[in-house]
């Protein structure tokens, strides 16, 4: 029974409930980031595309491991 209390706790903690959502849209720009590298071809787009990419990969970790946290706290 205590476990099921726990579900339901972290399935209506607006904390958790915002994560996912930042985590999901992170996703998403990802998704784009990859995407536009792989597709430009000027020198300095490329440029502008790696240090695109690198930016939201380090979003994209830091809040898998705020994820991650919440979940050990929970």
């Known amino acids: 029974m205590q476990m099921k ?4 706790n972290r399935a209506t ?5 915002q994560l996912l959502e930042d985590i999901k ?6 998704d784009c980031a990859y995407s536009n ?3 430009v071809v000027d020198p300095d ?9 690198k930016a939201v990969q380090m979003r994209y970790r830091f ?3 705020q994820a991650e946290l919440l979940d050990s706290v929970t």
Request: glycine share 0%.
């Open 5 to 8: 209390t726990t579900e339901q």
């Open 63 to 65: 809040l898998l491991r």
């Open 37 to 39: 590298f792989e597709n």
């Open 45 to 53: 787009l490329v440029d502008s595309s790696i240090y695109e990419l």
């Open 25 to 30: 849209k992170t996703k998403f720009a990802l």
């Open 13 to 17: 903690d607006p904390r958790r409930r």
